[in-house]
């Protein structure tokens, strides 16, 4: 290729690089997008973009194991990335295992063998160092400073757009944690397993819904929203949350208002999950057949998403102890949903329990492992566990 079209062939790479960057703002997808990227522009086997945790004083960087995605992490200073982050120098390197600041660490995790190694740091606004862009094992030859110049565009490139992504990330993150935590407070007064209850059910309603062909990012938000489904109960008094026997018909009337009080308490909200959350609130003690409450609502006129948490809060009110009453088998709390099927709960959405039931277990299960009902055990993750690993604090 002669020369001229290298440039022109560079110059098309750059501006490719620069729309699919700006078009995505979540960060994990945007380190694929950028390190795919990278890696076609400057013709390397390899690209990780290194971040730095500035609370853990470490950088981290995300690597494909086979089909998994890991976090791997290492301390500041530490490694070739260690080295770019601290001292904001580039770095370029032929061989990689004769150089003192290799440590390995990260090939012997991932079974790779770097060779050539060229790493430029990456600044945010304010040139805060916000990691290091490292591409490796360079196809033809050893990196030139063409390379080094072309990968400091490409950082640049990159920078605002990760920094953006990673603010907008924090946002969501404390987002969902102040839900679930707001969901707690209902529960910290009504049942001995705080924040269990809340954790299994969303885990099924997020299953139930994918599970009735709901999209991805609707499945997430009924599994973000649904455990403020009883947010409601912090206005009912103890004497009745916490009454040992059968509730008075009385008692049972006022009860029946927590969705009421849920619905007040979250409507109007601004944020689309709290929206959400609101109809959950409100319509989740609904029957299919019209004889729910508070307002008899029936079969479709029923929300989607409090129809199918109806079926998931039941099914796991069944297998729990309560103070009112103890805990049901599997099978029986099943049969008993399948039993109301058309009746109290939505066909479809019974259907879907029955096709999952394995899945819901042992997502159940999962749950029951894990320790007490802090919020370290509510995982902010997706489904699909991508984000399972993320720093909290980048
Ligand atoms: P919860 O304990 O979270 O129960 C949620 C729903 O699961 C109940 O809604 C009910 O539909 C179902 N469920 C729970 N246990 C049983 C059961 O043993 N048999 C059957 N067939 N269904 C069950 P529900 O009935 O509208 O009650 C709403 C909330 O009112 C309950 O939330 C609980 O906090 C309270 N509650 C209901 N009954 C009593 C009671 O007898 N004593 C006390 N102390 N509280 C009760
Ligand atoms: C790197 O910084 O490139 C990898 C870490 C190491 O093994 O030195
Ligand atoms: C009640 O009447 O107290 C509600 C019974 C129940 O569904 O648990
Ligand atoms: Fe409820």
Redesign the pocket.
């Known amino acids: 290729m002669g020369r001229r079209q290298e440039l022109e062939k560079r110059q098309t790479l750059l501006s490719r690089f620069g729309r699919l960057v700006a078009t995505e703002n979540r960060l994990d997808a945007l380190l694929t997008i950028i390190a795919e990227e990278v890696r076609n522009i400057l013709d390397v086997d390899r690209c990780s973009v290194f971040l730095v945790d500035a609370y853990k004083g470490e950088l981290w960087t995300k690597v494909a194991l086979g089909m998994e995605e890991k976090i791997l992490r290492m301390p500041l200073g530490q490694g070739i990335a260690g080295f770019v982050a601290k001292t904001g120098s580039a770095v370029n390197i032929r061989d990689a295992y004769r150089d003192t600041r290799f440590t390995q660490d990260l090939d012997r995790v991932t079974g790779y063998q770097t060779r050539s190694v060229l790493a430029v740091p990456l600044k945010g606004r304010d040139s805060k160092a916000l990691g290091v862009f490292e591409v490796l094992n360079k196809n033809k030859g050893s990196f030139t400073d063409e390379d080094e110049g072309l990968l400091r565009i490409l950082a640049t490139m990159a920078a605002s757009f990760i920094e953006n992504a990673t603010l907008y990330d924090d946002l969501r993150r404390s987002h969902l944690e102040t839900i679930y935590r707001m969901a707690l407070v209902a529960e910290f007064r009504?049942q001995a397993d705080t924040g269990q209850?809340l954790r299994r059910m969303s885990r099924f309603c997020g299953i139930l819904a994918s599970a009735m062909g709901m999209s991805y990012q609707e499945s997430e938000d009924i599994r973000y929203a649904s455990p403020l489904h009883?947010i409601g109960?912090v206005a009912i008094p103890d004497a009745?949350?916490?009454?040992?026997?059968?509730?008075s018909p009385e008692e049972?009337e006022e009860?029946?208002r927590?969705t009421i009080y849920g619905s007040q308490m979250l409507v109007n909200a601004e944020s689309r999950l709290l929206r959400l959350a609101a109809r959950i609130a409100v319509s989740h003690?609904e029957n299919y057949d019209g004889t729910g409450?508070p307002y008899a609502l029936k079969g479709e006129g029923i929300p989607i998403e409090a129809r199918i948490v109806a079926v998931a809060?039941?099914f796991d009110?069944?297998v729990s102890k309560?103070?009112?009453?103890g805990a049901?088998t599997h099978a029986d709390a099943l049969a008993?949903i399948k039993a109301e099927s058309g009746k109290r709960f939505d066909p479809l959405s019974v259907e879907k329990l029955s096709e999952c039931f394995a899945d819901v277990v042992t997502s159940m299960e999962e749950e029951n492992r894990r320790s007490g009902g802090d919020e370290g055990g509510f995982s902010f993750s997706p489904q699909n566990g991508r984000f399972a690993d993320r720093p909290p604090h980048i």
């Open positions: 009504d209850h009883d109960k009745i949350l916490r009454k040992p026997d059968k509730l049972y009860m029946k927590h003690h409450y809060d039941v009110a069944l309560r103070v009112y009453k049901w008993y």
